[in-house]
């Protein structure tokens, strides 16, 4: 699997915006339960930790496609910087109240703040990785390199973030993500050399989300997004219910373990089948291995589940990357990459939402029902909108 990964490094500084990359998208997957677990010790309330999760995730779903178009429109290197600097003041002023004990409203204020000044630096390494290998074969690798990527993030950030708000003190995690972020994303804005050129957007473009086959890949992303909201607040409540609060980042992480693995074998494949028929078949894998979750009463044969389950994860995430890729306007890129990114982070906000009311008044693992019925949508929502997904005639046989 490793072979076909090796020529996307040729290009002098591929290695450095990866990196960077790598290390400021932690907070991706340390955010949502750093404040979860923080907020929850401190209230002792996982319907108030959901909800501030929701408001933060919630505002990044808002302001992500305007942030994008303000790349596109002005390149990465002059927006990334004041608006790294906002979100770490903000994410810092979330601990400061929480630890006063202020009224819940400031927690939500901030969170609001700092999920609006969150960048999708996913979405930016993408467009950078598109710039040196779009319209090659390379591409395909690539973006599966970048879930990979996303799922090495989710694999080591929820486990990190458990162990040290759980052993070393409730907000410890919480600064680690917001050294991350703030490193990581002036590291990839100081690289000038692999920046997306900026390209004259004319007045007339409309959203990307006007387009629609982009409106249904946004439409599944939301409801991907809601499986991701609720397993996570819902595995944490798992954890806790069973005695074993502190595994709740390992349990994430083998969801997001499985996804990696996957994201690997896909990447490496010379696939003949479309994009689309790629994009489906996922989809309905992901139902069929969520379905066990709602079953299982024991910690560590929920970790095992839930590594298999991750296994649709990146073959969806990196086929609707790609559809995106081929179906937007080059000046337009990064916005309509992000219009995904927004669309999941609507459904993590829902997801978290609806797991915290669903847990405190169901319990976890009847919780749980909601992420699959999630995920029957997705499907719905993908199989229904597949004739949207056909690319331009321009594409090979092999793709549209």
Same mark, same amino acid.
Do not use: C, E, K, Q
């Given at each position: 699997m490793v072979g076909p990964y090796r020529g996307l490094f040729e290009r002098p500084g591929a290695a450095a915006f990866v990196l960077a990359g790598l290390i400021g998208r932690m907070p991706m997957s340390m955010l949502g339960i750093g404040v979860i677990l923080l907020i929850s010790t401190l209230t002792e309330s996982y319907a108030t930790a959901g909800a501030v999760a929701a408001t933060t995730n919630l505002a990044f779903a808002v302001a992500a496609p305007l942030s994008g178009r303000l790349v596109d429109r002005f390149g990465q290197s002059r927006v990334i910087p004041p608006f790294a600097v906002v979100n770490a003041?903000?994410? !810092?002023? %979330?601990? =400061?109240?929480?630890? /006063?004990?202020?009224?819940?409203?400031?927690?939500? +204020? !901030?969170? %609001?703040? =700092?999920?609006a000044? /969150?960048?999708s630096l996913g979405s930016m390494v993408? +467009?950078?990785?598109?710039?040196?290998?779009?319209? /090659?074969?390379?591409?395909h690798t690539a973006f599966a390199f970048e879930s990979v990527i996303d799922e090495v993030v989710f694999v080591t950030g929820p486990a990190l973030v458990t162990v040290l708000a759980t052993a070393v003190n409730p907000y410890a995690g919480l600064i680690v993500a917001l050294v991350c972020m703030l490193g990581g994303s002036l590291a990839l804005a100081g690289q000038r050399s692999t920046e997306p050129p900026v390209q004259e957007i004319r007045s007339s473009s409309g959203s990307p989300i006007l387009i629609p086959g982009v409106a249904v890949l946004a439409g599944v992303a939301l409801a991907l997004g809601a499986i991701f909201g609720s397993v996570d607040l819902i595995t944490v409540a798992f954890a806790e219910e069973h005695g074993v609060k502190g595994a709740?980042?390992?349990?994430?992480?083998?969801?997001?373990?499985g996804s990696m693995v996957s994201g690997l074998w896909f990447g490496s494949r010379?696939?003949?089948?479309?994009?689309?028929?790629r994009f489906v078949r996922a989809l309905a894998l992901f139902v069929v291995g969520l379905v066990p979750i709602v079953f299982i009463d024991h910690a560590w044969l929920m970790a095992a589940a839930l590594f298999l389950a991750g296994f649709a994860i990146s073959p969806t995430l990196i086929t609707s990357f790609s559809l995106t890729e081929r179906l937007v306007p080059p000046s337009l890129l990064t916005e309509g990459m992000a219009w995904i990114s927004t669309a999941i982070g609507f459904g993590v906000a829902a997801g978290a939402w609806a797991g915290g009311r669903l847990t405190e008044s169901y319990g976890a693992s009847a919780a749980y029902g909601f992420s699959v019925a999630a995920a029957v949508a997705a499907v719905i929502v993908g199989v229904g909108g597949s004739g949207l997904l056909r690319l331009p005639e321009a594409a090979s046989p092999s793709e549209s």
């Open positions: 003041l903000a994410l !810092a002023a %979330l601990m =400061v109240f929480a630890g /006063s004990a202020l009224p819940d409203w400031t927690y939500y +204020a !901030a969170g %609001l703040i =700092v999920g000044t /969150s960048l993408r +467009a950078r990785w598109s710039v040196i290998h779009g319209g /090659s074969g390379r591409l709740a980042g390992f349990l994430l992480a083998a969801f997001a373990g010379h696939w003949r089948i479309s994009l689309r028929a």
